[in-house]
């Protein structure tokens, strides 16, 4: 089977003080599509820096990131930015939203940039992360659980390729990473989107199909 995304000997480092500080060393992974993946490791282990590189937020140093056929570090600022907007969802621990943006105009955003029109699908994302009645909420007024549940509508609302998500129950109580965990492996599925999750929560990553470990900057 051809794999959605693919990492080949991708490294990453920093300068910093004329010194080079090397974050990541020759990683090659796969990931095909509708999979789900775990990402796991210690505290600056390099899984938030691996995920921005492979959703094209940052540029890897050296090696290549293929994704639904295209090299990313081939493509300008400009097609990067189109590819994220077209094929790729990210989730974040501190949910991003846009804080004058109420909950129905956040899922809507992606829409609007991409010129598309679908209020229904809006109406059944909101729906399916239970905040029907929070739609005309503001981020200041949300919990962090309707908060998240808001970022992961907004994030699938163009059916991305793939879904990214770095540590996204990492500000949430139990109860509430469960409700979002639950609502987010639901909606992977029906979507078929594939979902690549950095967690350190051993019980997200055991429903996962399979689990990456990351340990110094390598893929054990
Ligand atoms: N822009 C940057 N400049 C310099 N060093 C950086 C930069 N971004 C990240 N780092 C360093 O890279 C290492 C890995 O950081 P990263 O954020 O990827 O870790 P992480 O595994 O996501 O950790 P955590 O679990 O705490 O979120 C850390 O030592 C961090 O200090
Ligand atoms: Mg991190």
């Known amino acids: 089977m051809k794999s959605l995304l693919t990492a080949h000997h991708l490294n990453k480092s920093f300068i910093i003080d004329e010194q080079q500080i090397v ?5 090659n992974l796969s990931i095909q599509s509708g999979e789900f993946v775990a990402i796991m490791g210690k505290s600056g282990s390099g899984k ?8 094209g937020l940052d540029h890897a140093s050296s090696g290549q990131v293929m994704l639904a056929g295209d090299e990313l570090g081939q493509m300008s600022e ?3 930015a189109l590819k994220r907007q077209k094929e790729i969802g990210f989730v974040f621990q501190s949910f991003h939203l846009i804080p004058t943006l109420n909950v129905e105009e956040n899922i809507t955003f ?6 598309d029109h679908q209020p229904d699908k809006v109406d059944s994302l909101i729906k399916a992360v239970e905040l029907n009645h929070r739609r005309h909420s503001f981020p200041n007024q949300l919990s962090g659980g309707e908060k998240q549940r808001t970022a992961i509508a907004r994030a699938l609302v163009t059916d991305p390729k793939i879904l990214f998500a770095d540590e996204p129950t990492g500000n949430l109580d139990e109860a509430n990473a469960k409700q979002v965990i639950d609502l987010l492996l ?4 029906a979507s078929g989107t594939a979902l690549v999750v950095v967690t350190h929560d051993p019980a997200l990553a055991a429903r996962a ?3 990456l470990t990351i340990k110094d900057g390598q893929l054990q």
Do not use: M
């Open 23 to 27: 974050i990541l060393k020759d990683i």
């Open 48 to 55: 938030s820096t691996l995920l921005s590189l492979l959703a």
């Open 78 to 80: 400009e097609q990067l």
């Open 110 to 115: 992606p829409l609007n940039i991409a010129r």
């Open 186 to 189: 639901t909606l992977q599925k």
């Open 209 to 211: 199909d399979r689990t």
